[in-house]
């Protein structure tokens, strides 16, 4: 699955995560047209810029690898409040990001 696919299968579900937000509401956050973000999901957009996925990921809560790397599938899981409340604070990418590198390490 290259990148593009990755960003298209992703963003969508990510969007949902973030409150709901919609396509259009997302562009308006990141500087972008509402097709811009349709063609990212549409994987439609060979090289979007690494600037462009920044702001999206800061608007997402998400990482460039998290948003970018790997497919993600959305769950609901039950967490203790106070791991909830770290994954929603300004420290959540990077607590998340962690969380997934220690989960792929051998044991």
Same mark, same amino acid.
Not at 24 to 47: C, F, N, Y
């Given at each position: 699955?290259?990148?593009?696919? $990755? =960003?298209?299968?992703?963003?969508?579900?990510? &969007? /949902?995560?973030?409150? &709901?937000?919609?396509?259009? /509401?997302?562009?308006?956050?990141? @500087?972008?047209? &509402?097709?811009?973000?349709?063609?990212? +999901?549409?994987?439609?957009?060979?090289?979007?810029? $690494?600037?462009?996925?920044?702001? =999206? @990921?800061? +608007?997402?809560?998400?990482?460039?690898?998290?948003?970018?790397?790997?497919?993600?599938?959305?769950?609901?899981?039950?967490?203790? /409040?106070? $791991?909830?409340?770290?994954?929603?604070?300004? +420290? @959540?990418?990077?607590?998340? +990001?962690?969380? =997934? @590198?220690?989960?792929?390490?051998?044991?």
């Amino acid at each position: 699955m290259g990148r593009t696919d $990755v =960003i298209s299968a992703n963003l969508p579900i990510l &969007r /949902e995560i973030c409150d &709901r937000i919609g396509q259009l /509401e997302l562009a308006q956050r990141v @500087g972008v047209s &509402r097709r811009t973000i349709a063609r990212l +999901e549409k994987a439609e957009v060979a090289d979007p810029g $690494v600037d462009l996925m920044t702001r =999206i @990921g800061a +608007e997402l809560g998400v990482t460039l690898p998290v948003l970018m790397e790997r497919k993600l599938k959305a769950v609901t899981l039950a967490l203790p /409040e106070d $791991v909830s409340a770290l994954l929603a604070s300004p +420290e @959540g990418p990077q607590t998340l +990001e962690a969380m =997934i @590198g220690a989960a792929r390490r051998p044991r």
